[in-house]
Each structure stands twice: as structure tokens, then as C-alpha cells.
């Protein structure tokens, strides 16, 4: 679909991508990864025809229907509301519906009946019938109540038109997909929608994030952008993940190779060059050596620029670290953001705080951190609680006209201080030098930021974390990091995360925020996902009652036609996820049964029919093995076929 041929992009003097070629074949998922600003989102304007290259081609083959989004959505006129700015997903689109309504006043013409019928073929091609369904869907997948979405478009902020432009691109259907960064402006509850949405997603998806969890479960191929160039590796991130360092060793091994080489060269041309008998041989290890610095071996800059991050020892404090009753508060003392919140934090605890965006997690963590005051109720931090907090917002806690040593040197001079040569130390354990320190916080990149913020966390010495979306613009690799020191560290910590496997790591219970108030769940966050699927299963029924009934107070048989497909064809949307993933269930099952069986018929062969060299013990244990199998896969085929057999009846 995508034939990428020796692509080079240049910005002035620097070489962002050089010589790139791999392919994307049709119906591929591919996550591209690697450091911010290596290129990745340049491939995409390639894609895209928003950018040229300086040398190369891409083939796009067969015209796929490209969907995107763009970053900073506007609506059509301003009235505009969400959910019709939504339906714009598919060009065109709105203009087959208004010609075929007009066709539609007279069909005697045999002209206007053909032409009516090719734009019935291409609408319901395009899914014109459904799209409305699936663009609410999306809607309220990716947070939106359904109150909202006859709201303006420009009334709204810009996450969540950017959460718009995503539904709307998601619900157009395309044959090509690019998503770049998708999860940056989701909460947690809404990157768990994605992945199930993208799941069932049967185009081929290009997707450059950061998040594990999506690049896990959604992509099969990885293309690491890094350095210029562009990797692809034939496997999944897990694969990725070890294959590229077995790379990365060989890479190494060859650019010692390549230096000494080149070093041998040099000595002897500044050696040899002024001397008449040796000028010439002199000249010819001169183009050796220009041919070298041609090709030059450069190493990821993920390994270059990798720094650490490491959290000090946390001071000792009383078992209860946080405490709030009947917690509230309001910005405008009209409007609340939440109320009636009461819970603990205790001395240890690694808690996950959840929820929609917009319900106050932020200001909740702002409130424990002290920059904010309740405006009702009570938030008590315990006794010899030291508060260590990272904004979402980088120059809330760290000004960004403020010099790396100088902010660094605030947090060291607020706990005592000490010697020069100590301090020096800190900053370089964590990966500044003498280059870094007189620059200004606001110019660091994603993973520079957050050293310096923990070198603060560091010199300060708190025993309580507070960390509001600390994962934001920091790459595989810095994630990795920080998802370390944080399991490492004996202290307390509660954070807000979209980032899911960084919160199955490193949370060990999870704070859930909604509408209705707060909820802490034990466990980690698997209990949490287990623990809400089972208060779904005991409201299901009602819900799929009210999927398939008519609205109340309104009579089925008054319901119009085009009101009635509408309901029915809800009410399959809704459960047509569920119908295939039971029929995934089953036919794995049946394909796993059958090879089990194979499989035991040959061993059973083998205990009836006996060699010399025969090894009972194991036939007998082989012969258990695959009979628990057996058992396990027959088990799992009765349940999903039972389930699929009951959807099935109410589709």
C-alpha cells in the first residue's frame, strides 16, 4: 500500500530523514516508535502530501481513503454543533444524502432511477446508513455525555475537539488509518475504549505512539524511526523490544570497528601528508577516510541521550498520609467540579487516581499538593508528610525562564543545601553537564523535563508524590525509566495516568473518580478492570432491554421506518463487539481442539504401540497434558458458543 523508497528530508543543515525505505503493506498495523522529534510525524506529512522529500519517492498504490486528524479542528460555521461536526468523517458524504433526497421527489425517470440507485450503492459502501450510530458511539467512547453533542463545536476546549476530530475519523471507516499520538489527550477510561475500538478496526492502521499498551495489543510490525533512518522489524513490540537491542550491540560493535579504522587513517595522514614519499599513499587513506565520514555509523539517540532518574529515600511519617471528608470544590462558587469526596491515603500505598476528564483529578491532586484550598469540606495531610508534586503542566512547578541549575539549586537551598561539589554531582547522576544547566527549563525536551523535575523530587526528599500525567512527551525509553524508579521507591505515591501499562506496573490500588462521587478499589489494576466488568454483567440486562426498546413514552408502532431501522441498527452496534469476540473464541477453539486431538491420537499411538526405546512415563504425562487441554479448549468452547448462541437471539 505504502513503498517508501530512499526518502531523505532535510531542515536546513540537519538530516531528519535519510535515505528511508520500507514498506506498509495492505492490511498491516504498524506502530512507528522512537525519540521525540526523530521524524516520525514527518512520515505521516509525506503520507499526507503536507510535505516533500528532498530526494526519493513514495508510491501510494490502489488510492487508499486516507483518515487522519488534524491539529487544530475547526467547525464549518458557528453554529455548528459536535455531532454534526463529527458526521463530516467522510467527504462528500452529506452531498450524496441531499442529491439522493432530492432524486428521491420523482424515480419515473429511468435516469434519475439509475443515478439513484449508483448513489444508494456508493452511500451504503461508504456507510451512510450507519454513520450516525457510529459516530455517537465514538462520542461516548471517548467521553462525551449525550447532552454534549448538540452543543456549538467552538464551545468546547481544545482535548476535546481534538477527541472530536478522533471520532470522527474513527467512524469514517478508512482504508488507511494515521493516528499520531492518539492517546495524548485521552484519560484513562477513553484509551481502554480506543484500543477496543481499533481492535475491530480491519484497514491497515499506522499508529506513532508512545503508550505500550496500544502498540502491544493493536500493532504486529514495528518501523523505529531513530537517528535518521528507519527500522522495520517483523514482529511485535515485545519482539521489537529484545530484537532491537541484539541490533544495537551489533550497530555498537561496528562503529568501534568503523572509529578505529578511521583513527589508524588519520595518524598516518598526519603523519606522512608533509612528507614527498609518503603524499601520495597519504592522499589515498584521505579519500578513505572522506568515504567513511560518508557513511558513518551513528548510534540511536535513544542509548545517546539516556539519562537516569532515581528518587531519594523518603523521610518516616505516620501511617495515614491523606485524609479528606466530605471534600469539595468549585472555581466560580456556582458550578462544583466535585463534592462529597471522602478517602485515605496510607503510608506506602502506590494508588492510581481514574476518571473521565473534566471531573477534578487534577484539582484534586492540586488540593493535596496545598497550591489550592478547598471549598468544602475537609483534606488533612498526616504527620511528618513531605508532598513532592509534578504538575501536568510543566511551568507550574518548574518556570521555564528559569535556568536548569538555578531550579535545581531552589529545591537544594529549600532543604539546607551543602557543599557545591555535592550538588554538581546530583545534576550530573542525573544527565546534566556542564552544556545543560545554563539552559532555560522551557527549552528541554520531554525527557530532559522530567530529570529535572526529578532531581528536584531528589534534592527535596519527599515521602508523598504527587504525579499529574508524568508519562506526557516522554518516549519507550523514558517511560521505561521512570516507570522503574517509581517501583523501586519505598515511599507513597498517587498518580494520574492515560497511560495504561504504566499504571498496571506501578499502581498497586486504584481511586476511581465519577459523577456520582469516589471509589477505591485494593488491588491493582487488573482487580479494577475485573471488579468492573462484574458490576456490568449485573446491570446487563437492563442496559440491552433499553439498547432494543423504543424510547419511553413512544408507541413502536407510531415509530417512523427510518426510526426503527435506526433503533435496531443501534442496538446490533452495541452488541456487535461482543458477537466478535465470541466468534473469535470459538473458532480458536475449534482449531486448537482439533490440532489437540491430532496430537493425542499420536501419543496415544505411541503408549498402544510400543517401541524398544519407548519412554512410558513421559507418553503417560504427555498424554495427561493434552487431555487438560482438551478439557480446558472444550470448556471454553461451550461457554462462547452458548454466549454467541444467546446475543445471536436478541441481534
Not at 508519562?471 to 495516568?497: C, E, M, W
Not at 505411541?606 to 519412554?615: A, S, V
Request: one cysteine or more.
Amino acid at each position: 500500500m505504502l513503498d517508501f523508497r530512499n526518502i531523505s528530508v532535510h531542515y536546513g543543515h540537519q538530516d531528519v530523514l535519510a535515505d528511508v525505505t520500507f514498506r506498509v503493506n495492505k492490511g498491516e498495523r504498524v506502530g512507528v516508535v522512537g525519540p521525540n522529534g526523530s521524524g516520525k510525524s514527518t512520515l505521516f506529512k509525506i503520507v499526507l502530501g503536507e510535505m516533500s522529500t528532498d530526494t526519493g519517492e513514495l508510491i501510494i498504490e490502489n488510492s487508499p481513503r486516507i483518515g487522519w486528524t488534524r491539529q487544530n479542528p475547526e467547525p464549518d460555521s458557528e453554529g455548528e454543533t459536535l455531532l454534526e461536526y463529527s458526521l463530516r468523517g467522510i467527504p462528500g458524504l452529506a452531498e450524496m444524502e441531499a442529491e439522493m433526497q432530492e432524486l428521491e421527489a420523482d424515480l419515473s425517470d429511468p435516469v434519475k432511477m439509475r443515478r439513484y440507485g449508483e448513489l444508494q450503492t456508493q452511500f451504503e459502501h461508504l456507510g451512510g446508513y450507519d454513520i450516525e450510530t457510529r459516530v455517537k458511539i465514538a462520542l461516548g467512547g471517548l467521553g462525551f455525555s449525550t447532552d454534549e453533542f448538540d452543543k456549538p463545536f467552538k464551545s468546547f476546549s481544545g482535548g476535546w475537539r481534538m477527541r472530536a476530530e478522533l471520532s470522527r475519523v474513527l467512524a469514517s471507516k478508512p482504508d488507511l488509518l494515521l493516528l499520531d499520538e492518539p492517546s495524548n489527550y485521552l484519560d484513562l477510561p477513553a484509551v481502554d475504549w480506543l484500543q477496543k475500538f481499533l481492535k475491530a478496526y480491519d484497514g491497515t492502521l499506522m499508529l506513532i505512539s508512545h503508550d505500550r499498551y496500544l502498540l502491544r495489543t493493536l500493532t504486529d510490525i514495528i518501523v523505529e524511526v531513530d537517528a535518521g533512518t528507519a527500522t522495520r522489524y517483523e514482529g511485535n513490540l515485545d519482539w521489537y523490544m529484545t530484537e532491537r537491542e541484539v541490533r544495537y550491540e551489533h550497530l555498537k560493535a561496528a562503529k568501534e570497528n568503523q572509529d578505529h579504522h578511521r583513527e589508524q587513517l588519520q595518524r598516518f595522514v598526519d603523519r606522512f601528508r608533509a612528507q614527498a614519499t609518503k603524499a601520495a599513499q597519504a592522499q589515498s587513506r584521505q579519500k578513505l577516510i572522506d568515504k567513511i565520514d560518508e557513511e558513518r555509523i551513528v548510534l540511536p539517540k535513544r542509548y545517546t541521550n539516556s539519562g537516569r532518574l532515581r528518587l531519594a529515600e523518603p523521610p518516616p511519617s505516620g501511617i495515614e498520609m491523606f485524609r479528606c471528608e466530605d471534600l469539595g470544590f468549585s472555581y466560580d462558587g456556582v458550578k462544583k467540579v466535585f463534592s462529597g469526596l471522602s478517602f485515605q491515603v496510607t503510608r506506602g500505598d502506590k494508588v492510581a487516581l481514574i476518571g473521565y476528564n473534566g471531573l477534578g483529578k487534577t484539582t484534586l491532586m492540586r488540593i493535596i499538593a496545598g497550591t489550592r484550598q478547598p471549598t468544602e469540606g475537609r483534606a488533612i495531610l498526616g504527620h511528618n508528610v513531605v508532598t513532592g508534586y509534578l504538575s501536568q503542566e510543566f511551568a507550574e512547578t518548574i518556570p521555564p525562564d528559569v535556568s536548569v541549575y538555578r531550579n535545581a539549586k531552589n529545591a537544594w537551598d529549600a532543604k539546607g543545601g551543602g557543599p557545591e561539589k555535592v550538588f554538581r554531582n546530583q545534576l550530573g547522576a542525573f544527565g546534566f553537564d556542564e552544556n545543560d544547566v545554563e539552559k532555560p527549563a522551557g527549552v528541554l525536551s520531554g525527557g530532559e523535563k522530567i530529570r529535572l523535575a526529578f532531581l528536584r523530587l531528589f534534592l527535596t526528599a519527599p515521602n508523598f508524590l504527587l504525579l499529574d500525567e508524568p508519562t506526557t512527551h516522554l518516549d519507550l525509553d523514558g517511560r521505561r525509566l521512570l516507570q522503574d524508579a517509581l517501583q523501586k521507591y519505598k515511599g507513597t505515591i498517587l498518580l494520574v495516568s492515560h497511560d495504561i501499562d504504566f499504571v498496571r506496573a506501578t499502581a498497586t490500588s486504584i481511586l476511581e473518580i465519577t459523577r456520582d462521587g469516589i471509589r477505591q478499589y485494593p488491588g491493582g489494576y487488573d482487580y479494577y478492570c475485573e471488579k468492573k466488568l462484574e458490576a456490568a454483567k449485573t446491570v446487563r440486562p437492563e442496559v440491552r432491554q433499553k439498547a432494543t426498546e423504543p424510547a419511553a413514552g413512544q408507541d413502536q408502532q407510531k415509530m417512523s421506518r427510518k426510526e426503527l431501522r435506526k433503533a435496531r441498527a443501534e442496538a446490533r452496534e452495541a452488541i456487535a463487539p461482543k458477537l466478535r469476540e465470541l466468534r473469535k473464541r470459538v473458532e480458536t477453539a475449534e482449531k486448537k481442539l482439533d490440532e489437540l486431538q491430532k496430537a493425542l491420537d499420536e501419543a496415544s499411538a505411541e503408549l498402544f504401540n510400543p517401541t524398544p526405546t519407548t519412554n512410558f512415563a513421559e507418553c503417560n504425562r504427555k498424554v495427561r497434558v493434552i487431555q487438560a487441554e482438551i478439557d480446558r479448549y472444550t470448556a471454553d468452547w461451550e461457554n462462547a458458543s452458548i454466549e454467541l448462541e444467546e446475543l445471536k437471539g436478541e441481534d
